[in-house]
């Protein structure tokens, strides 16, 4: 792995361009392997010295950043003039935010959590870009300004580009304030009353920042009665409008004859980070498990929870975005089952990505866009010689590799 520093970037990129070398685009290398292997050999050029906070605009509510930035001293740095990068950890990191990798790495792979329910996705929060082209030109997109809409288009494609397109060293991104407080509401009980009280939640004037369902394995993992759920987080500024809502709502869950437990702050946070792979979720064995991200119609997220099969699989989904993640240990799954998970999702209007998986690779990590000859057209245009991420071009299913 190279890591250059800030100043030997281009003329690194130059020399590779120059040369035809194959090479990855990496922030701190923490989840470098998801997803479909890269055609190697590879040379892997890694930001991680690209880690400064440039400007936070405190009234403004923006943040400039270098894409190396860990996203963990990101939100240190936002947390100490009460404000936040209003996103979840990602998927398998500590509950403190340890190990949750770079700010760059999180744009590359655009996922979003539940917490996309209230303050939306990645993309939506980034208003400027900094890249570094294949060929080793520096360009950039947006600005400082939330209303600048410029470059809007190039930030979107590069927001889940994986590393395919360029490699990104700035991000400037909407910051916002944070909510003093939090309460939680864990609603268990058979699927239809849950989904009648979340489809009253939609439609009323309550505003939970994340409403997730989970399925009864995820409960049992998060040392709860083995049922589907409902996970609320509500926060605000007011304490009073929080305990009204919190009444509000186990009211209706009471008159739906759904278990509801009230979660403190500390609690809640406890629940969330099972639901974000904490440490463990994958098994004990060392062996390399499933970590698989779906996606489906919101109003279809009770029908794939009915399944049968699917009771013994962690899963989470956001209820507004039909947007989560389910795993499993190697020995837990069968990569049939997974494949009927992924016919399923597609039925009901939706996807499945296969983020990791047991090796040998038995499954494509993603299947063909409808748009696959765009994203191909696309790809021809920011990297000519089809360095980046070899084989790994997210909407394009990668043919079998030697390497795989
Ligand atoms: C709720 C949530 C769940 C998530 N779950 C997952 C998950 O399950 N799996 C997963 O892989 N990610 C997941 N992510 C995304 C996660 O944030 C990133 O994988 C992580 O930030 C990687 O950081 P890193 O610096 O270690 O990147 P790396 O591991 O170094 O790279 C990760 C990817 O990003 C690309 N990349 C990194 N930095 C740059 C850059 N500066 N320019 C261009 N491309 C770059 C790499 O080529 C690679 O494809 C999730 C995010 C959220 C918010």
Redesign the pocket.
């Known amino acids: 792995m190279i890591t250059p520093e800030p100043h030997e970037l281009a003329d690194l990129v130059r020399q590779l361009h120059a040369a035809g070398t194959p090479w990855?685009?990496?922030?701190?290398?923490?989840?470098?392997s998801?997803?479909p292997a890269v055609q190697g050999p590879v040379t892997v050029v890694?930001?991680r010295s690209?880690n400064r906070i440039l400007d936070h605009a405190v009234g403004d509510f923006t943040v400039t950043v270098e894409?190396?930035t860990?996203?963990r001293e990101l939100q240190d740095a936002l947390r100490s003039k009460h404000q936040w990068l209003a996103?979840?950890?990602?998927?398998?990191s500590e509950a403190d935010g340890a190990g949750?990798?770079?700010?760059?790495?999180?744009?590359?792979?655009?996922?979003?959590?539940?917490l996309c329910h209230r303050y939306l996705g990645?993309r939506d929060q980034l208003i400027g870009i900094g890249l570094m082209r294949a060929d080793g030109v520096a360009a950039r997109a947006g600005g400082k300004v939330v209303k600048n809409v410029a470059g809007y288009d190039l930030m979107r494609l590069?927001t889940g580009?994986?590393?395919?397109?360029?490699?990104?060293?700035e991000l400037t991104l909407r910051t916002t304030p944070q909510p003093p407080q939090r309460l939680g509401l864990l609603l268990q009980g058979s699927i239809e009353p849950l989904d009648g009280l979340r489809r009253w939640l939609l439609r009323s004037s309550l505003t939970p920042e994340l409403i997730d369902w989970w399925s009864p394995a995820l409960s049992r993992q998060a040392a709860r009665e083995p049922l589907n759920a409902l996970l609320l987080s509500l926060a605000s500024v007011s304490a009073e409008a929080l305990a009204d809502q919190s009444v509000e709502i186990q009211r209706r869950a009471e008159a739906l004859a759904l278990h509801c437990q009230p979660l403190d702050q500390e609690r809640l946070e406890a629940l969330r980070a099972v639901a974000?792979?904490e440490r463990g979720a994958l098994g004990e064995t060392g062996d390399q498990g499933w970590?698989l991200?779906l996606g489906l119609l919101p109003s279809h997220a009770a029908a794939l929870l009915a399944e049968r099969g699917l009771r013994d699989l962690p899963l989470v989904l956001g209820s507004g975005s039909g947007l989560g993640?389910a795993w499993a240990p190697a020995d837990a799954l069968p990569a049939y089952r997974v494949e009927e998970l992924r016919r399923l999702c597609q039925k009901l209007g939706g996807f499945l990505t296969v983020?990791?998986q047991p090796s040998p690779r038995a499954l494509p990590a993603w299947q063909d866009a409808p748009s696959r000859p765009l994203i191909e057209a696309v790809k021809r245009e920011f990297d000519p010689k089809q360095q980046l991420?070899r084989g790994?071009l997210p909407g394009v299913q990668a043919r079998p590799s030697p390497c795989a």
Do not use: K, M
């Open positions: 990855l685009p990496a922030g701190l290398a923490s989840r470098l998801w997803g890694s930001c690209l894409a190396g860990p996203l996103i979840d950890w990602p998927w398998g949750a990798g770079s700010i760059g790495g999180l744009v590359a792979r655009g996922l979003a959590g539940g990645v590069f580009s994986w590393g395919s397109l360029g490699l990104i060293t974000l792979g970590l991200r993640f983020l990791e991420a790994r």
